[in-house]
């Protein structure tokens, strides 16, 4: 597969131009939906969190700046807000007990992620993290827990917690530069 130009597609959509936002959802919605699927565990607010997403994307391409990240990681921080947004909201968070018992056809999230351009490449990077750090990793940024509550649900220290976070993240970014 062709690499795949975010920051030039999000210019596109900042001139206005809808074939760029087209391109755009082809090429990651899929892998946006597992993403919002995975914080919010169901189908259906997922696929309108990742809609209003992209009216996001449409509506702020302009705010984009590619010297301060990559584009697919801006468009995938939007995703990510908006499905810790309707969380909070909710005022409650999603119990994996009652989630594992909802008939759902769909793939399982971790494996749409894997199937995605770049999901197999974070998932090699994830699994050489040490499992501690790995799961840190993965309540922060999966599940959306603060550090705080990742130090209470974990029984670790917080400062821990944080060091692990800091150091995983560095590692995640060596690893996939």
Do not use: N
Not at 40 to 47: C, D, L, M, S
Not at 48 to 65: C, K, N, Q, V, Y
Not at 114 to 132: F, M
């Amino acid at each position: 597969m062709e690499p795949f130009d975010h920051a030039s597609a999000l210019e596109g959509c900042a001139r206005g131009d809808s074939a760029s936002l087209r391109r755009l959802y082809d090429r990651e919605a899929g892998f946006l939906l597992a993403v919002a699927l995975r914080i919010v565990r169901r189908r259906e607010v997922a696929a309108d969190i990742l809609h209003d997403s992209f009216l996001d994307i449409w509506e702020r391409a302009g705010t984009f700046d590619g010297r301060r990240g990559a584009g697919r990681a801006w468009i995938t921080s939007i995703v990510r807000y908006r499905a810790l947004k309707y969380i909070r909201a909710a005022g409650r968070e999603t119990d994996l007990e009652v989630g594992a018992e909802i008939a759902d056809d769909a793939p399982d999230p971790f494996a749409a992620l894997a199937t995605a351009q770049d999901g197999a490449r974070l998932h090699g990077c994830l699994q050489r993290l040490d499992a501690d750090r790995r799961q840190v990793i993965l309540l922060a940024y999966l599940d959306g827990l603060s550090q705080s509550e990742i130090a209470e649900r974990l029984g670790t220290p917080l400062g821990t917690v944080k060091a692990w976070v800091r150091r995983s993240l560095i590692a995640l970014k060596d690893c996939l530069s």
